[in-house]
């Protein structure tokens, strides 16, 4: 049998090669570091074989793994370590005020202002690799930014600043950058002291292979990343390792399982043989789970650390976003939803009764179109319109794709289709919370049906609620256009979710409403 192979490196060897971490120097080549990447088990500790724990015995062994050995405070185990950190970094803010002299009620909207600029400096991110020197950078500049934000604010409070309270103001900044990198360090040294300690998050590494056997023990020699690895989850370990320093707990399309019998808190996604199309669907069946993931990139050995990235004994790693519907965010995009399409039903009200009295002249009774249509997590709704053309029978009106080129539609109807004002008693939809403003646009469960079977990402874009417009409409994907194009927008604008990308849709739609082609 020969040795597998972990995609992605050069660096595969048998269990009987141990590579020891060395500097190999030839006469044409410059110094290399190389990984220790040995696959026999530590003198004395347990070892496991490649056969997959029963499904019974995981949430055991994920107890007695991560056991907390200290007493920590909830919520430093349930949120990470950023608000040992905010405390450091008021207590530092104050600090300097103090010693200026400074401090007054005045101050409250320079910590104010500082604490939001670093929030969205990213220095409150969980990180797993801690140093105030790394921060040294993002604080020198967010404190610079807060003294010119805080003047604006003190001048718009009717408390403007002369030029003893700008230069006051630069030194509190100064002053205010060294006694932040200072408590600092001395809260990175209490969280390191703590994951070694108290704060143990449970891990999960996808892939068994020589490179995550390597990361797995890493993390066992390393607790100061606080991640305590639990075992591995992989379809097809590798092939000629027997025993195992940390157990197989399933099969690659098992982990949303498993995270769930183990209470895991962090996956750790490492080469193995699974396609990347069967890890990309895995991945997001986790969307909403409380975990975060991370990715070993390809050819690491020469990738670049950026900012936004952590890395583990030198080895890289990159966070993936958190599902969309996690981010704190999430819950102002439903009450803009809600406060929105109420206002627009209010405003647009005379519109919609004098469309309501043109449907009914046209085509008579029944002015509004009711339609199932497939929502958020395959879920079911009814779907209101103006009706712009009445359907034979319900088969038609379920399977019809397109009638835009219908030749029963009236002036009234092609005038609806043509400016999407049909669409206009959607907002009661949203407002009931059957739809969003700005999502994937829902289909009929029919074609739903066949979409799925043809395109393998289609059911993905089902993972937020449906909307009125989207980021593939206003890039003119409706009507007969390519569904794989519409599912591959759809899943780009779920991944990438943001308010300001909402906004960006809806600025876009309602420059383009009268203007595009009906669907």
């Given at each position: 049998?020969?040795?597998?192979?972990?995609?992605?490196?050069?660096?595969?060897?048998?269990?009987?090669?141990?590579?020891?971490?060395?500097?190999?120097?030839?006469?044409?080549?410059?110094?290399?570091?190389?990984?220790?990447?040995?696959?026999?088990?530590?003198?004395?500790?347990?070892?496991?074989?490649?056969?997959p724990l029963p499904p019974?015995?995981?949430?055991?062994?994920?107890?007695?793994?991560?056991?907390?050995?200290?007493?920590?405070?909830?919520?430093?185990?349930?949120?990470?370590?950023w608000p040992l950190v905010?405390?450091?970094?008021?207590?530092?803010?104050?600090?300097?005020?103090?010693?200026?002299?400074?401090?007054?009620?005045?101050?409250?909207?320079?910590?104010?202002?500082?604490?939001?600029?670093?929030?969205?400096?990213?220095?409150?991110?969980?990180?797993?690799?801690?140093?105030?020197?790394?921060?040294?950078?993002?604080?020198?500049?967010?404190?610079?930014?807060?003294?010119?934000?805080?003047?604006?604010?003190?001048?718009?409070?009717?408390?403007?600043?002369?030029?003893?309270?700008?230069?006051?103001?630069?030194?509190?900044?100064?002053?205010?950058?060294?006694?932040?990198?200072?408590?600092?360090?001395?809260?990175?040294?209490?969280?390191?002291?703590?994951?070694?300690?108290?704060?143990?998050?449970?891990?999960?590494?996808?892939?068994?292979?020589?490179?995550?056997?390597?990361?797995?023990?890493?993390?066992?020699?390393?607790?100061?990343?606080?991640?305590?690895?639990?075992?591995?989850?992989?379809?097809?370990?590798?092939?000629?390792?027997?025993?195992?320093?940390?157990?197989?707990?399933?099969?690659?399309?098992?982990?949303?399982?498993?995270?769930?019998?183990?209470?895991?808190?962090?996956?750790?996604?490492?080469?193995?043989?699974?396609?990347?199309?069967?890890?990309?669907?895995?991945?997001?069946?986790?969307?909403?789970?409380?975990?975060?993931?991370?990715?070993?990139?390809?050819?690491?050995?020469?990738?670049?650390?950026?900012?936004?990235?952590?890395?583990?004994?030198?080895?890289?790693?990159?966070?993936?976003?958190?599902?969309?519907?996690?981010?704190?965010?999430?819950?102002?995009?439903?009450?803009?939803?809600?406060?929105?399409?109420?206002?627009?039903?209010?405003?647009?009200?005379?519109?919609?009764?004098?469309?309501?009295?043109?449907?009914?002249?046209?085509?008579?009774?029944?002015?509004?179109?009711?339609?199932?249509?497939?929502?958020?997590?395959?879920?079911?709704?009814?779907?209101?319109?103006?009706?712009?053309?009445?359907?034979?029978?319900?088969?038609?009106?379920?399977?019809?794709?397109?009638?835009?080129?219908?030749?029963?539609?009236?002036?009234?109807?092609?005038?609806?289709?043509?400016?999407?004002?049909?669409?206009?008693?959607?907002?009661?939809?949203?407002?009931?919370?059957?739809?969003?403003?700005?999502?994937?646009?829902?289909?009929?469960?029919?074609?739903?049906?066949?979409?799925?079977?043809?395109?393998?990402?289609?059911?993905?874009?089902?993972r937020v609620p449906c909307?009125?417009?989207?980021?593939?409409?206003?890039?003119?994907?409706?009507?007969?256009?390519?569904?794989?194009?519409?599912?591959?927008?759809?899943?780009?604008?779920?991944?990438?979710?943001?308010?300001?990308?909402?906004?960006?849709?809806?600025?876009?739609?309602?420059?383009?409403?009268?203007?595009?082609?009906?669907?």
């Open positions: 049998m020969t040795d597998k192979t972990d995609t992605g490196t050069s660096w595969t060897k048998t269990r009987a090669e141990t590579i020891e971490t060395r500097a190999v120097r030839d006469e044409n080549h410059w110094p290399q570091l190389e990984l220790d990447l040995r696959v026999d088990s530590p003198a004395g500790g347990a070892t496991w074989t490649g056969e019974e015995a995981l949430p055991e062994h994920a107890a007695r793994t991560a056991r907390r050995r200290l007493f920590v405070p909830a919520i430093l185990h349930s949120h990470g370590s905010l405390i450091s970094d008021i207590v530092a803010l104050i600090s300097a005020k103090l010693i200026l002299d400074q401090l007054s009620r005045r101050s409250l909207v320079t910590f104010a202002i500082c604490v939001a600029v670093f929030g969205l400096a990213g220095l409150y991110r969980s990180r797993l690799t801690l140093s105030a020197l790394d921060d040294l950078p993002r604080v020198s500049l967010a404190l610079l930014g807060t003294v010119g934000l805080s003047t604006i604010a003190l001048s718009l409070l009717n408390q403007p600043a002369n030029q003893d309270h700008q230069e006051s103001q630069l030194m509190f900044a100064l002053l205010a950058v060294a006694i932040v990198t200072i408590l600092r360090s001395l809260a990175y040294l209490t969280i390191r002291y703590l994951r070694r300690n108290g704060i143990a998050h449970r891990t999960m590494v996808v892939g068994a292979g020589l490179i995550g056997q390597a990361v797995a023990r890493t993390l066992h020699e390393h607790p100061e990343y606080g991640l305590a690895p639990l075992g591995f989850v992989d379809s097809n370990p590798l092939g000629l390792v027997a025993d195992y320093e940390f157990p197989i707990l399933g099969h690659t399309d098992e982990l949303p399982k498993v995270l769930q019998l183990t209470g895991c808190r962090t996956v750790i996604i490492a080469f193995s043989t699974a396609p990347e199309e069967q890890m990309i669907d895995v991945i997001r069946q986790c969307d909403r789970m409380n975990c975060e993931i991370f990715v070993l990139p390809r050819l690491y050995e020469v990738h670049h650390v950026s900012t936004d990235m952590d890395y583990i004994w030198g080895v890289p790693l990159t966070r993936l976003r958190r599902g969309a519907q996690r981010a704190a965010s999430w819950r102002i995009k439903r009450l803009v939803d809600i406060v929105a399409s109420g206002l627009a039903l209010i405003v647009l009200a005379p519109l919609m009764a004098l469309i309501a009295v043109a449907v009914r002249f046209e085509g008579g009774p029944g002015v509004f179109f009711k339609q199932i249509r497939v929502g958020v997590d395959g879920r079911h709704f009814a779907l209101l319109k103006f009706r712009s053309l009445r359907p034979v029978d319900e088969a038609e009106s379920a399977t019809n794709w397109n009638i835009s080129h219908d030749n029963r539609l009236g002036p009234v109807g092609r005038i609806l289709r043509k400016s999407s004002l049909d669409e206009l008693p959607q907002l009661l939809n949203i407002l009931r919370g059957d739809m969003s403003i700005v999502g994937p646009r829902p289909e009929r469960p029919h074609f739903v049906e066949q979409f799925r079977q043809t395109y393998p990402r289609y059911w993905a874009r089902h909307g009125l417009t989207g980021w593939a409409q206003i890039h003119g994907l409706r009507g007969d256009t390519s569904i794989a194009d519409r599912a591959r927008f759809d899943n780009y604008y779920v991944e990438n979710w943001s308010i300001w990308l909402d906004i960006k849709i809806i600025v876009r739609t309602m420059g383009a409403v009268f203007t595009r082609a009906g669907s």
